[in-house]
Structures are given as structure tokens and as C-alpha cells.
């Protein structure tokens, strides 16, 4: 597949992709770049794919009471604060690790997950879980994350979109095979040792992984790119941008923590009936975040981000509300856990096409810190909403919140589509009336690198 395009396509990633990192060396588009991938797939397996199964613990607590009589929002607040914090922390350790190194800002999020899910194995109280399994393991997977999954842009360009993809795949891989092994592990050992295991794990794989992880040769870091930083912060595409990942965060979950619950409640089958399909979910989006960080690479990392919100919604609000019965749901958790891989691969991705590779970590950082309204209270909402749906007899009606779910990904599809719009338009507007007439196409691609670059530095 060629890489050179005309400067005036309407496939606006590669243009500013090329002028955000103008006197940048060029990627190696390999080499230890797949090191780093595969460092990062393995931190997205763990960080990320203990955070997916949390369906499987809420509803082992919700059903064996065995922290008292707890109300699925309630329990909800512990899955929820836990994806919170990975943003909450993103802008900071994106700073810390343009500071200190990948390598130990990585490290410090894995001995802060370990410690979490050991202290969560002592709780006796759901607020003991919210302190442990909640705010202690998200913050650590929040400075793991954000330098494993901003690393592989560093070192790829013509194939980013496969390398973020087979690194964020972890992500569904690990959900994919922890959600059926931390059931496995609660039928055998007790939810304690259960989690235990799991602290234990993530400590061992996370801390080789974070060793061998390092930034680019010739990639800068320091105090001049976050003065730039908070400029972007102002302009409208980086507004829409974060938008897309505020509103995605609200229904982004509804699937992983409530499809468990619905082939229990819903459909009467097995707690292992649920967990498989939750882990369909993981398992699909790991081959969703390959193929489709593919299909961006040929396509559009932005249009393909809109196919994949927009496909995601619609699944939640016209295909999961008439599913009664196992296969029905597998179909669901495969269909939409496919294209929810598309957006945790192409949305930092995009911040790369559009910003360049120097401080990325603190520019994704920063559009990651908008899930935190989402993460935060919209598991929540939908534990509440499944709560004042639930009849006397323990019968629950989840058709508000699968129609709550799916509309909050409507909207940010929405939100990216306005996105790629105002990018467009001022790509157009910057760069049409500065190129000459006579200039070759090499000559014409240049002038407008040269010209948006200058709009970049003066924004």
C-alpha cells in the first residue's frame, strides 16, 4: 500500500500526520518496535483485562452477598471507579513518563495494581473494595496504561494503525482469558485468593514487560511540548476529540458489566454462561482492534473510528434488547465486542496522525481524561436504572438500559464525525491558498506541511 497520497485528500490523518512531525527521523516501522508492541500487549492483557472481567466479580458479589446485601449500583461504583482512574491519572503520568522514562512510570502502575488487588482480597465492607479494587488498581493501570499505549506510534507510522492494534488487542485478549479464569479461580479458591493470584500475576508479567519498554531514539520530551499541550486544549477538533471519548465512556461499558447479569436474570443460565459471554465481548474486540486498526491504516483512522461508534450503538439499541436466548447473546457479545476494538485502537491513534509523536503521551493523557465523567458515573446510572427496572420478584427489565447504553455511543459518533468535519475545513482553509499554481505534487505537498505546521506552532 503506497503512503504517499495528494496533500489535498480528504484523508486528513496522513497530511497531519506528516506535519506534526516534520524534523522528526523517520520510524523504523519494526525492529524493536515490536518489542515494544508486544510490552504493551502484554500490560493491555493485564491492566486492562482485569478491569473487563469486573463483571464476573460483581456478579459474584451481588449474588453469594458474600460482602452483605449490596445493590447492583452499589456495586457498580467499585467497577466504575476503577475505570475512572485510569484517566483520572492519564495527564499525569503522561507528563511523568515524558519525565521520568516509560519504563518506570510503567513500573510504578504495576506495583500500585498488585498492591490493590491484594488489599481488595481483605475487604469485608464494599467500601473496602472501593478503596482497593477500585481507586488502587485504577490509578496503577492509569500510569501502566497511558506509556503502553502511546509507545507503539513512536516507533511505527506507515502500519500504526496494526501496531496500536495488536497492542491494545491485550486489552481483549485479556478479558477474553481472565474472565473465564477468574470465575474459574472463584469456584476453586474462594474470591480471596482469587484475587490474590491475580495481583501476584500482573506484578510478575507487568514488571518485565515495563523493562523492556523505552522511547524512540530522537524523540523529544520536556517542558516546551506541554506549553503546547495546553494550547491544543483550545481548539476546537482537540474539543470534539475529547468529546468522542466523553460520551463514549457512558455506554462503553453497559455490555462488559451488564451481559453477565442479563444471561442470569434474563435468560436463566449459568454464572459460566455469563462469563463466556462477556469474554466473547473481549475476544472479538481483540480481533477487532487488529482488523480494523488495518482497515484505518487503508481507509481513515477517523472514518473508521465513526463506523465503529456508530455500529456499536445501534447494536446496543436494536439488536441486544431482543436476544432470549444463549446463542442470541454470544451473537450480540461478538458483533459489538468487534467494533468496541476499533475505538480503544484508533482513538489514540488518531491523536497520533494529528499531533505528531513528541509529547503524545501527555496529549493522549489529556483526551483519555475525558472518560472521566463517563467511567465515573455511568456504570452507576446503569446499575440504577437496572435497579428501579427490577420487580419485586427479582425479574429485571433491561431495555432502558441497553437504550441508555447505545445512545450514549450515537453521540459520540456523532461528536467524531464533527471532528473529522472542522479538521477537514481547516485543513482547506490553511493550506489551499499558500500553494503554487506550477509546483509539482511533491512541491505542493510540501508547502502545505510547511504551511500547517506554522498554524500548529501558533495555536
Known amino acids: 500500500m503506497s503512503t504517499e497520497r495528494n496533500p489535498h485528500s480528504p484523508m486528513v490523518t496522513d497530511l497531519t500526520r506528516n506535519s506534526r512531525e516534520t524534523g522528526v527521523e523517520s520510524a523504523p516501522d519494526g525492529g524493536y518496535g515490536w518489542v515494544c508492541v508486544f510490552c504493551s500487549f502484554v500490560v493491555h492483557f493485564f491492566a486492562l ?31 466504575s471507579i476503577q475505570a475512572t482512574g485510569q484517566p483520572l491519572v492519564g495527564f499525569v503520568a503522561g507528563l511523568l513518563a515524558e519525565r521520568i522514562g516509560y519504563r518506570i512510570t510503567g513500573f510504578i502502575g504495576t506495583v500500585i495494581m498488585c498492591l490493590g488487588l491484594i488489599a481488595a482480597s481483605f475487604s469485608t465492607h464494599v467500601w473496602h473494595l472501593y478503596l482497593t479494587q477500585g481507586i488502587m488498581f485504577g490509578f496503577g ?24 492494534g ?24 474462594g474470591f480471596r485468593w482469587a484475587l490474590r493470584t491475580t495481583g501476584l500475576m500482573t506484578l510478575v508479567a507487568l514488571g518485565i514487560a515495563d523493562y523492556f519498554m523505552k522511547s524512540r531514539p530522537g524523540i523529544s ?13 483550545k481548539e476546537r477538533v482537540f474539543v470534539f476529540l475529547c468529546c468522542i471519548g466523553l460520551f463514549s465512556a457512558f455506554g462503553f461499558y453497559v455490555p462488559l458489566f451488564y451481559v453477565p447479569d442479563y444471561a442470569q436474570n434474563a435468560l436463566g443460565r449459568s454464572a459460566k454462561d455469563g462469563a463466556t459471554s462477556a469474554a466473547l465481548i473481549s475476544a472479538l474486540s481483540a480481533v477487532g482492534r487488529v482488523l480494523l486498526g488495518l482497515f484505518g491504516d487503508r481507509f481513515g483512522h477517523i472514518t473508521t473510528l465513526i463506523l465503529c461508534q456508530g455500529f456499536g450503538g445501534i447494536a446496543q439499541m436494536t439488536v441486544w434488547p431482543f ?15 468487534f467494533f468496541s476494538g476499533g475505538f480503544v485502537s484508533l482513538y489514540p491513534v488518531v ?68 471532528a473529522m468535519y472542522f479538521h477537514r475545513k481547516q485543513l ?32
Not at 59 to 72: A, E, P, Q, R
Not at 176 to 182: A, K, M
Request: net charge neutral; aromatic share 10%.
Open 49 to 79: 483485562g482485569i478491569e473487563s472481567s469486573w463483571g464476573v466479580y460483581q456478579s459474584y458479589y451481588f449474588n453469594s452477598k458474600v460482602l452483605g446485601d449490596i445493590s447492583n449500583s452499589d456495586l457498580a461504583w467499585v467497577g
Open 141 to 164: 493501570s492509569g500510569f501502566a496504561f497511558i506509556p503502553a499505549v502511546t509507545l507503539p506510534s513512536q516507533w511505527f507510522t506507515k502500519r500504526r494503525g496494526l501496531a496500536t
Open 166 to 189: 495488536i497492542s491494545v488487542s491485550g486489552y481483549g485478549i485479556g478479558g477474553l482469558v481472565l474472565s473465564p479464569v477468574t470465575q474459574s479461580l472463584i469456584d476453586a479458591v
Open 221 to 233: 520530551m520536556g517542558t516546551i511540548q506541554t506549553k503546547v499541550n495546553l494550547k491544543l486544549m
Open 323 to 337: 436476544i432470549h436466548n444463549l446463542p442470541g447473546l454470544m451473537g450480540f457479545s461478538s458483533f459489538y465486542g
Open 351 to 418: 491523536a497520533a496522525d494529528i499531533y505528531g509523536v513528541e509529547g503524545l503521551a501527555s496529549i493522549a493523557g489529556a483526551m483519555f481524561s475525558s472518560y472521566i465523567p463517563g467511567t465515573l458515573v455511568g456504570p452507576p446510572i446503569a446499575g440504577a436504572i437496572i435497579d428501579r427496572n427490577t420487580s419485586p420478584n427479582g425479574k429485571i427489565n433491561f431495555l432502558s438500559t441497553q437504550l441508555y447504553g447505545g445512545s450514549w455511543l450515537l453521540g459520540s459518533c456523532c461528536m467524531a464525525s464533527l
Open 428 to 459: 482547506k482553509a490553511v493550506s489551499h491558498p499558500t500553494i503554487s499554481g506550477g509546483a509539482s505534487e511533491t512541491e505542493k505537498k510540501e508547502q502545505s506541511v510547511t504551511v500547517l505546521q506554522s498554524v500548529v506552532q501558533s495555536t
